[in-house]
Nanobody
Framework: QVQLVESGGGLVQPGGSLTLSCLAS????????MRWYRQAPGQERVMVAAISSNGEHTSYLDPVKGRFTISRDNVQNTTYLQMNDLKYEDTAVYYC???????WGQGIQVTVSS
């Protein structure tokens, strides 16, 4: 049974940092590309970052480039999203995604507010 479990969200002030984690199980994690998406209220879900199976290749949504870093630990079956210099517009529900079979995590709220 495939599971993607996100953690690490919460409330943070503008300029602050958070690290999201996604623990994967039920598939051979180290073989697959993984992605993080986000969905703000009233907006479409968009891809924020992606990382190749071995972690050597990453890509980012333009507004988060230089502030967010995606990484993975193929021993711990976990992918991370380090978010720095958070802005109000980063407020959203963030989702971990395994695109190979289109599995999604349950989503985790990130709120940037003063």
């Amino acid at each position: 049974q495939v599971q993607l479990v996100e953690s690490g969200g919460g409330l943070v002030q503008p300029g602050g940092s958070l690290t999201l984690s996604c623990l994967a199980s039920g598939f051979n994690f180290k073989k697959y590309l993984m992605r993080w998406y986000r969905q703000a209220p009233g907006q479409e879900r968009v891809m924020v970052a992606a990382i190749s199976s071995n972690g050597e290749h990453t890509s980012y949504l333009d507004p988060v480039k230089g502030r967010f870093t995606i990484s993975r630990d193929n021993v711990q079956n976990t992918t991370y999203l380090q978010m720095n210099d958070l802005k109000y517009e980063d407020t959203a529900v963030y989702y971990c995604h395994w695109p190979n079979l289109n599995y999604w995590g349950q989503g985790i709220q990130v709120t940037v507010s003063s």
